[in-house]
């Protein structure tokens, strides 16, 4: 994850990006495996 802070500039006085510091994601528990849809006949060929 990045931290940015806006700032503004003292010459033009437009508003900048100023990166403060970045931290680690941790990573997400895996995800539950899915099962197949029951109807594995896709959506446009449906009746």
Do not use: Y
Request: glycine share 4%; charged share 30%.
């Amino acid at each position: 994850m990045i931290h940015v802070k806006c700032k503004k500039r003292t010459d033009t006085g437009e508003i900048t990006n100023e990166l403060k510091g970045f931290t680690k994601k941790e990573t997400p528990p895996p995800a539950a495996p899915t099962s197949p849809a029951a109807n594995s006949t896709p959506p446009w060929k449906r009746s």
